[in-house]
């Protein structure tokens, strides 16, 4: 999915969480899929973005090749903005981003087709409260619906969720979705 699609969308979306949220902020901007730039090229024109990082695992010379989800799980990062606008899954970013929450951040999240795609099972079965059980893959597709929220709900272990808003992706298979997070105190 080329990082144009949907462009007016995604911005609206972004727009709407740094105005809310980062109108006094200096906005820090941790880009874990970046593309080619076109959403934050686009959004620097309206905001004053102080950090910049864009990382990607396909080699460009805009960006740092490097896999995004290591660099959020095993690296200290102080960004207020994390933009997850993967080629797949979101979920393994999430679920090692929630835990290192210390500052108000936004997070923008682009969900594909089934949400089991990318999260381990134990993940995903956690989040549904249904562990310890081995749930056969075929009963979580059916609970994909649910697996969405129990996903995004389940950062209320390690911080606070203020807001979850959805935009209109004009496909039924993508999922544009903006949180803001919290610190737990």
Same mark, same amino acid.
């Given at each position: ?21 980062? =109108? ?11 593309? %080619? @730039? ?5 959004? %620097? ?24 989800? @290591?660099?959020? @799980? ?14 797949? %899954? ?15 951040? %936004? ?46 709900? =389940?950062? =209320? ?29």
């Amino acid at each position: 999915m080329p990082d144009n699609s949907n462009l007016a969308s995604k911005l609206a979306l972004r727009r709407y969480f740094l105005d809310k949220y980062h =109108s006094k902020d200096s906005i820090l901007v941790l880009d874990c899929c970046c593309g %080619s @730039r076109v959403i934050w090229d686009n959004l %620097s024109q309206d905001y004053r973005v102080i950090e910049y990082l864009p990382l990607d695992v396909k080699r460009d010379t805009k960006s740092i090749h490097m896999d995004s989800v @290591r660099f959020i @799980r095993d690296l200290a990062w102080h960004h207020n903005i994390v933009d997850v606008d993967t080629y797949g %899954s979101p979920w393994k970013h999430w679920l090692a981003l929630i835990r290192k929450i210390h500052r108000p951040t %936004s997070v923008f999240l682009t969900v594909f087709g089934h949400v089991c795609i990318g999260v381990d099972r134990s993940s995903l079965t956690e989040s549904l409260g249904l562990a310890p059980l081995k749930v056969p893959i075929a009963i979580l597709l059916k609970l994909a619906p649910m697996a969405i929220n129990a996903l995004l709900f =389940s950062a =209320s272990k390690y911080c606070t969720l203020t807001e979850v808003a959805e935009i209109e992706s004009g496909n039924a298979n993508i999922r544009y979705l903006g949180v803001h997070l919290l610190p737990q105190k």
